[in-house]
């Protein structure tokens, strides 16, 4: 079955300093996982995608994870923080069952930037 | 192009009322999803459709909850009778192509959610 863990419910960061949010997956094949983003009282957005292509994924806003499969994460970075960064935020893994795709959520990171 | 659109926005019921949601997917996205989002968790799948037709519910408390997608485009969700544990905020999101596939293509997109309070 597949799973994903969050390691952090919560992260603050300062702003201009570096971010990284932490995520785990298990998975009993090769996974697709995903980066979104929730911003207050707004829908989810999608911030980048792995899906078995280059293992260093770039997303928007500057935000890139890395797909490590020797240590099962996909973790979240971006270089510098800025105000507008402060959401929470989801990794997924999305798992084929049954002939359909079906998203699995972890519990979610709430970034915090401090001016 | 035009996002997955839901109202309303934010309702607030007593318990045992009744409540509707609506939504529209993205144009020619054949898979829609309703979730529920409880304060401090991640989305949880409510129902799935492919078209018009129910591809998963099986977390859908079918006792309250019903879902339908009547023409295969927007959707309604009910809760009748809600309860005090219903309060969260219900998200729709829809894909471009179900069952299998490409997994570019089974991004889900999602529309800002209904905040339900129930008192």
């Known amino acids: 079955a597949q799973s994903v863990t969050q390691l952090d419910s919560h992260v603050s960061v300062s702003e201009g300093t570096p971010v990284l949010l932490r995520c785990n997956y298990s998975s009993s094949y090769s996974p697709s996982l995903f980066w979104y983003v929730q911003h207050p009282n707004k829908g989810l957005q999608l911030l980048l995608k792995y899906t078995s292509a280059a293992t260093l994924v770039k997303g928007i806003n500057g935000f890139e994870a890395e797909f490590k499969k020797s240590e099962t994460s996909f973790h979240l970075t971006k270089p510098s923080a800025h105000m507008s960064d402060a959401a929470e935020y989801f990794c997924v893994v999305s798992a084929l069952t049954s002939g359909t795709y079906k998203y699995i959520f972890g519990t979610g990171t709430r970034l915090k930037v401090l001016a | 192009e035009a996002g997955v659109a839901q109202s309303p926005r934010y309702k607030i019921i007593e318990k045992r009322q009744s409540v509707a949601f609506w939504c529209n997917p993205i144009?020619?996205?054949?898979?829609l999803y309703w979730y529920q989002q409880i304060l401090g968790q991640g989305p949880k799948l409510l129902i799935q459709f492919q078209n018009n037709g129910v591809v998963d519910d099986s977390q859908l408390p079918k006792d309250r909850f019903s879902a339908e997608r009547l023409k295969g485009v927007d959707s309604t969700l009910k809760i009748q009778p809600a309860k005090l544990e219903d309060s969260a905020v219900y998200l729709c999101?829809?894909?471009?192509?179900?069952?299998?596939?490409?997994?570019?293509?089974?991004?889900?997109?999602f529309g800002a959610g209904t905040r339900l309070s129930v008192l």
């Open positions: 144009s020619g996205h054949a898979t």
């Open positions: 999101a829809s894909s471009l192509q179900p069952l299998g596939g490409l997994i570019a293509k089974n991004i889900q997109y």
